[in-house]
């Protein structure tokens, strides 16, 4: 079994920065691919971003060029730096692990989330 913690988040003006944290602990050699997603309140779950084992990542469209993913394997922690926030940023965002490369199949584990609130 694995756990997901996340922190970081919090109450941030627009345009201002805000970097998230993922650790994980139990059974983390099964882990491959970890991600990040968001739920906004009344709109469905949405990828963020993702970071396989080997550093391949992928984002969504709309936080390309504000977001950056980045994992530290030492540390069985995984990292979203947000910077340049926008309002429509508001969201619970969750952490979330894969024991496979891909989230084609879902993912299997998943963190409780951060609440990240972005005022205008």
């Known amino acids: 079994q694995v756990q997901l913690v996340e922190s970081g988040g919090g109450l941030v003006q627009a345009g201002g920065s805000l970097r998230l944290s993922c650790a994980a602990s139990?059974?983390?050699?099964?882990?491959?691919?970890m991600a990040w997603y968001r739920q906004a309140p009344g709109k469905q779950r949405e990828l963020v971003a993702q970071?396989?084992?080997?550093?391949?990542?992928k984002y969504a469209d709309s936080v390309k060029g504000r977001f950056t993913i980045s994992r530290d394997n030492t540390r069985n922690t995984v990292y979203l730096q947000m910077n340049s926030l926008k309002p429509e940023d508001t969201a619970t965002y969750y952490c979330?692990?894969?024991?496979?490369?891909?989230?084609?199949?879902?993912?299997?584990?998943w963190g409780k989330g951060t609440q990240v609130t972005v005022s205008s």
């Open positions: 970071i396989t084992k080997s550093g391949s990542t």
């Open positions: 979330a692990a894969s024991v496979r490369p891909t989230d084609y199949y879902g993912m299997d584990y």
């Open positions: 139990g059974s983390i050699f099964r882990i491959n691919l």
